[in-house]
């Protein structure tokens, strides 16, 4: 357990460091590396409401174009600061969380549709209530990031700093979540629900709280996107993307463990558009769809199980 | 003699050096980022094509002093990558950008280039808001008032009092509705405005509503090729009694009608050229040449449009470098001084990067042709009206 | 306005009808094996794109080429099911995830085999009008696929309940080691219901070409409108699918002709929604949905 806290100390040093002083200055590479934390956000969040809240979910997309509507708007139309509307984004998201809760009482699969349902409504609902969100036209010219401390967050090393605070934080809370009473009562759950429901767990209420954090870390991390690419509409707000990559990120990385997700998002986005997408312009997703087929049937624990494993068989073999 | 001999070996040397010198080919990198794939990729590659086929012209034209490179980069139909292409291509160092597909594309990537510092023209953003950011290196060579011109003139040429305009929930179409609407309000005309969610396959129930309830002269359709072709199954199936159905972008071409023959008859679109494309001027020739030389196909309006676009540029990026100022930042300057006659027509840059004479034309299709029928100074034919394909 | 709805009920009809056969593989993979297939949508549109290669380069009409596209579309829904079969834990989660990489797969491919242009049929006729009693309207290949709808759904169903390897397939499905005890092989069984869906995913990808527009990205949509009607119509249930499909379709055309034709799509959804939190067996179904 000691040595734990030094590897993650070190990655995160690395983070905070040595990726702005290597890359900082290639525009287009930091563009790649924030799109990628954006969806290990997601990933993360992803995982968490799947691991704590025994829910898989179809439809993350809801949470995360709310957040950046309301995000975007408040900035907009009703002149707020970025950083209070972001966080207002995520409300915004946990309320529609609110909203998708009756469809807790669902198992797997059938809460995984409502929430997609629930994705395709947000985005119909965006296109037509033109008077509050602009329609399908959407919102251009969204505000940047705003100077702090003389820092200035609207640059590419800002919002890389940003998203990664926003990322790590939430891996934090979902790591302190996963060792609370709270958690081992949900870890309990998910293996017998209705045991644990004599033994006096609440569990619709704790599920309905994962849904809720789970949402509002979303809700941050689209509101970021929002006054990152300083661009939204439905169709892009509420995209099937940012449903299936961070799911496609969680399980290729191992959604069972806390940075399984973003590793898995930072190695699928960055190896298909820096490595699959120069040798094969025009049909790189075929890889990722194949890589996914791969990792289901081979190691479906996801990538960093596997690499957990072989690095705990080669020290074994030292001993 | 030795003197004369090392003279005149002199000024040969001489002379050969000014040959070569004069030779240096200067290379110029254009950089380009289009949907090659994801939803729009249709479109893309066609724009595309036009792109590749005005630097092969354009290369082979300055032979020996300028020979364009162009990168392209697929931005998928998504904007975060599409800003991410333009943050590569500035770094790699191009000239200015060509390219672009879908205002909610080319909002965030042509911010991206404003950024970087570069100019960017497009044919594939019309949304009013795209030319009012200020962005002094932005030009764009078509826009939405240019496709209500051509839809609403024909539609006042025909004498409709009133029409029905379903159009697609997607902002560009809506954007275009909105304003044909309004044109045609200001004529007298009467509009009947229904929108349709894109992901619409059945059209009989609407098209049902406006046969029932609307009475009108003429359908008018705002969308994209598969919202035309299932708007046109609806309707010989139903058999509104209409004088007209008319479209706009991606209707009167040549691939609707090869692939849709019988369900496009009579039906009206947006077209710069005839179909087979009767190219009279030398340039028209040989650009319809090089099509066919470099993808074996005839041009469509993407092809055109890609092609008019980065012909200017190029243009521009030339008079700019011979002036020296291209490394300066006059090339926005130059291509801003741009009146120029083009394949699309006239083609003048205001303050804002639009083309104000942007006036598209309407062709019709009638038999194995896609015959220009407005406006009259432009038409190849005359209009068949009142028909539709299933009054024949 | 009698007419206008009279035309949106029977156009709901025929298109319900249409999505029935599109949604009947899913459900049946689900429904059996507890399996949800996500690449099932790419396996229809695959079958259509076999027709439009019969029909733009051999002239062939799109019903002729139901025997090719099944051969392709067979051996495909046979991969899936071994890939799927290789999954060892967690399989409602992995099989999920598995088939929709396998989606990707398959999206991709379509786009790089055929581009991504539209295409329908071009044989009139099935485009042309069938006109019941001055005020119904429909296209030839709306009422053909109508009609072979309903007959695929009663056959299926037949084939359930009143067959061997029908009931070999359910009991399979509700207790294996018990299923094979009485002598049924499950993974023959498993691999014939995967066939089963592929032949309706085949000619549903027919009935597309002749009555709709395809391309590259319809695969999703296809799925994703096949499992909402499968969760409406409920577990365990084939007559369900396609009431529950016609229900939609009915729904759809309706708003359309009262509401705003913008919100086709979402009264649908609602509609799913509604459905699901009231009345969680789905309309029809029988198995338990509550966690």
Redesign the interface.
Known sequence: MRTNAVFPGLIVFVLYLAVPVAVGH???VM??II?ALTIGGIAVAWALLGNLGGMVSFGHAAFFGVGSYVSALLTLDAGWPVFAAMLAGGAGAVIASVVTMPALRLRGPYFALAILAFAHIFR?LA?ELESITH????L??IPVLPTVAGFDLGTKIGGYYVILTIVLLAMAGYAWLRQSTMGLALLAMHDTEDATRIVGVPSTRLKALMLVVSAFITGVVGAFNAHQ???L?P??AFSG?WTVLPIVAAIFGGYRTISGPLVGALVIYLVD?LVF?EFL??GH?IILGALLVAMIVLSPTGLVPLVMRMVTRGRHAQA | MKNKLRTLALAGAIALAGLVGAHAEETILLGSHLP??G?L??VG?GMHEGIAVAVDMFNRQNEGKYKVELVTI?DET????A??AV??L??EGVVALTGGYG??II??AS?AANK?GLVYITSGGV?P??SK?GHKGFFRINNTEGYSKAMMGLLKDMGVKKVSI?YN???AT??LAKTVEKDLSDQGIEVVL????G????F???V??VK??DKSDAIGMVGY??DY??IL?AG????PDVKAMVGVWSLATS?MNE?????VQTVYGTSMLPYPAEFTSPEAKEFADTYQKLFGKEPDYLGQFGYVQTKLLLEAIVRAQQAGTLATGGLAEELRGTDANTLIGRVKFDENGDNPFFSHRMGQHQGDKVVLVWPEDAATGKMIFPATPWSQ | MF??TL??LY??LL?GAYYALVALGLALVFGTMKIINLAHGELVLLAAYVAYTAESQWGLNPLASIPLALVLVGFVAVAVYLLVGRIKKDRELNSLILTFGIGIILTNFV?LVW??????T?T?WF???VVVGDIL???RSEVLFFLISIALVFATWWWLTRTWYGRAIRAVSSNRDAAMLMGVNPRQTEVLSFVVAGVLATVAGIAIYTG??I?P?LGL?LTIKAFIITVLAGMGSIPGVLLGAVLIGVI???T??YL???????TGMVLFLVVLLLRPQGLFGFGARRG
């Open positions: 290639i525009d287009y563009s790649l799109a119909i296109t329609g399908a036209g959407g251009l010219s690419i300083n661009f509409d169709d892009y993307s558009q997408k312009p025009h997703e | 090659l794939t939803k990729a249709r590659t697929d998504n904007p975060a990558k800003v991410a943050e590569k500035a770094g205002s909610n909002g965030p911010e970087a949304a808001e795209l950011r379903l929930n997607k902002e809506t954007d229904h929108a349709f969610d992901a619409t396959s059945d009989k129930p609407l049902n509503k029932l309830q090729e598969n072709v299932g199954k010989t199936v139903l058999k691939k692939e849709f023959h019988d369900l | 007419e206008l035309q949106a156009s709901g298109t786009l581009s991504a242009d539209i295409h329908s071009t009139t485009q042309e009008a309207y429909s296209s709709q527009v391309q990205s949509a759809e055309a309706l359309v002709t705003s034709s913008s919100l086709q799509e979402f």
